[in-house]
């Protein structure tokens, strides 16, 4: 069956530092895969997007890599700041258009 | 900037009741989607429609129906209303186009049934 996997346990870090959030995927063949970040009582807003043939893609602090082989992606965040806290979501399109969400990540920036 | 509206923030029920959640778009894109949200379990579409009067089930769409009479709007209808359906319902939208859709999301019903 598919799955898209993101970590159940939240990602505490530090100012400053890095945040990587961990994408998986099993039994899709998606064209792209999109990020999203949720705030607690708020729909999704879209971050990025990475298509099946880029490996990575950047928009100013966010970086998202692609690995069809591995079937993952990794989403990252330099220079984290406390506003940063959220959770994060995965989308994949399932063939018919459809995006499918993996239950997502929540990351914790303290100051 | 794009908007799409859900009429209520937050609703609350009694069991039994018929139920309308309605969502507006004025983007003017296809697809629109209804998923509902509840912890632990993510984001689970209930329905979609990518034309008016057209609708899909999702995978969990026992207890609702849908209505898109007009391309802007589409409603999710809760029968008859039981607890087990208190949860954040989002709607969504895209353009339904492939490649470079991103899903435009409302801020969500908080639905309590009691």
């Known amino acids: 069956s598919q799955k898209i996997e993101q970590n159940s346990e939240a990602l505490n870090i530090q100012e400053g530092k890095t945040a990587t959030l961990t994408c998986n995927y099993t039994?899709?063949?998606?064209?792209?895969l999109q990020w999203y970040r949720q705030d607690p009582g708020r729909g999704p807003v879209f971050l990025l997007l990475?298509?099946?043939?880029?490996k990575e893609k950047r928009k100013e602090r966010l970086k998202v890599t692609f690995d069809t082989t591995l079937k993952q992606s990794l989403f990252h965040i330099t220079a984290s700041q406390p506003a940063d806290s959220a959770t994060y979501l995965c989308?994949?399109?399932?063939?018919?258009?459809?995006?499918?969400f993996g239950r997502g990540t929540s990351l914790i920036v303290h100051p | 900037d794009v908007k799409v509206t859900q009429s209520s923030r937050y609703l609350v029920k009694r069991t039994g009741e018929k139920v309308f959640l309605e969502c507006v778009q004025d983007m003017d894109h296809e697809n629109m989607f209804w998923y509902r949200q509840d912890p632990g379990l993510g984001l689970r579409l209930i329905y979609f429609?990518?034309?008016?009067?057209?609708?899909e089930k999702g995978d969990i769409p026992e207890g609702y129906s849908v209505s898109r009479e007009k391309k802007e709007r589409f409603s999710l209808i809760l029968e008859s209303a039981s607890t087990n359906q208190t949860s954040m319902y989002l709607c969504a939208i895209d353009r339904g186009q492939g490649e470079d859709t991103e899903a435009f999301f409302g801020q969500g019903t908080r639905l309590t049934v009691v």
């Open positions: 429609s990518y034309d008016v009067k057209m609708k």
């Open positions: 989308a994949l399109e399932s063939g018919s258009y459809i995006p499918t």
């Open positions: 039994n899709y063949s998606p064209a792209y």
């Open positions: 990475i298509r099946e043939n880029e």
